[in-house]
């Protein structure tokens, strides 16, 4: 365009239904051209009243609706209510319940990320990873569905313990698929990591700077692709994570781009994990004696936090010693990057904020819940 064409500005909205805002999320863009001067971004499509409807019910029947909160990644969100309550009682978590909830957690990390990477690639017109990440992602539901019945929101992880123990064939399927992970994400890298073109659209865009990492409280791997070197697994650990020998995958871009690259290196990282979890699984009871339907909790207050694959997930629970919650309030990863989106596409493209959006993997559940 000539440097000396006036054009005038206009206000447009991306969403609430545009495919790229992955959910229900309106974005007001004020543009001049092709360039983005302004971002408004409009929640609350998705409410659904979640913390709400927790404090009506028991400590067991919050679970449901704790997958419901960001349905990608069920397993870590029952996990995180399941440790708040925990907290506030004796339970003592049988040690082959410790291990199947870190292999589970992980295994639905894996899920995430090939979800997320293969969506942005979606979002950046390249079909191909997508259809390579869902293949992949389909083995691990194949895992999830005959341990618990289900493929997305399961329901697994309990107040003292699981719901229920592994079949006999989960053990070589889970290696199997190990194995097979080991060899994609090479493909996918081979696809992804040194094309010209994912380059062109990732590198140097979406700049998250350490300052606004901590000015935004982004976590997860949009917090360690800006440098910050913080993985709530190692450095407030909790379960059994501290028995694991794996790295916190940081690089230093602050870009969509290195976003990109520490979700493909906690793939690895994952599947590290489930390994050494398998070699040490013990056998034993699967939940606590104690662990009953009318369980209740010990009056107080509790905040319990947990590395999701968006980052920090946390369940601020506080109890009158009832049945039920007195008050349940949730963190999500995403509702702190999204706040962080208008500043960091100011400037940029429309189409490099599709780009960037999908790199945050902002997921709108978690946001409106």
């Not at 709400?52 to 995180?80: G, H, I």
């Not at 936090?305 to 009158?320: P, Q, V």
Request: charged fraction near 25%; hydrophobic fraction near 40%; aromatic fraction near 8%.
């Amino acid at each position: 365009m000539p440097k000396d064409l006036r054009t005038e500005r206009m206000v447009i909205n991306m969403g609430p239904h545009h495919p790229s805002t992955h959910g229900v999320c309106r974005l007001i863009l004020i543009i001049d051209g092709e360039e983005i001067i302004d971002c408004e971004p409009v929640i609350g499509y998705l409410h659904r009243s979640i913390e709400k409807m927790c404090e009506n019910r028991t400590y067991f029947q919050c679970l449901p609706l704790m997958d419901r909160f960001e349905y990608v990644t069920s397993m870590s969100c029952s996990w995180a209510f399941a440790l708040a309550a925990e907290k506030l009682t004796d339970l003592e978590v049988p040690e082959r319940a410790e291990y199947l909830r870190v292999i589970m957690g992980e295994l639905n990390r894996i899920a995430s990320h090939l979800l997320c990477i293969g969506v942005t690639g979606l979002d950046l017109g390249a079909l191909t990873p997508f259809l390579y990440t869902f293949r992949e992602r389909e083995l691990i539901l194949d895992l999830f569905e005959m341990t618990c019945g289900q493929r997305l929101t399961y329901n697994y992880i309990r107040m003292g313990g699981v719901s229920k123990d592994i079949p006999t064939e989960f053990i070589p399927k889970c290696r199997e698929f190990l194995d097979i992970i080991d060899i994609k994400c090479d493909d996918y890298e081979k696809v992804l990591t040194e094309n010209p073109i994912w380059i062109a659209r990732n590198k140097g865009i979406g700049i998250i700077t350490e300052k606004m990492v901590y000015d935004y409280a982004v976590s997860g791997p949009s917090a360690r692709a800006s440098g910050v070197s913080f993985d709530i697994r190692k450095d407030d650990t909790y379960s059994i994570y501290d028995r694991f020998n794996f790295d916190a995958v940081v690089y230093h871009g602050c870009d969509s781009y290195d976003r990109y690259r520490v979700r493909m290196g906690e793939i690895r990282q994952s599947a590290r994990i489930i390994r050494q979890a398998l070699d040490q699984l013990p056998e034993g009871p699967i939940t606590a004696k104690a662990a009953i339907m009318t369980f209740k909790t010990k009056k107080g207050e509790v905040y319990s936090r947990i590395e999701n694959s968006r980052g920090e997930m946390g369940i601020h629970l506080i109890s009158d010693g009832t049945k039920k919650p007195f008050r349940v309030r949730a963190r999500g990863g995403s509702y702190n990057h999204l706040l962080a989106t208008p500043e960091i596409v100011k400037g940029l493209k429309i189409a490099d904020l599709v780009a960037i959006f999908a790199s945050l993997d902002i997921i709108m559940p978690e946001i409106d819940r």
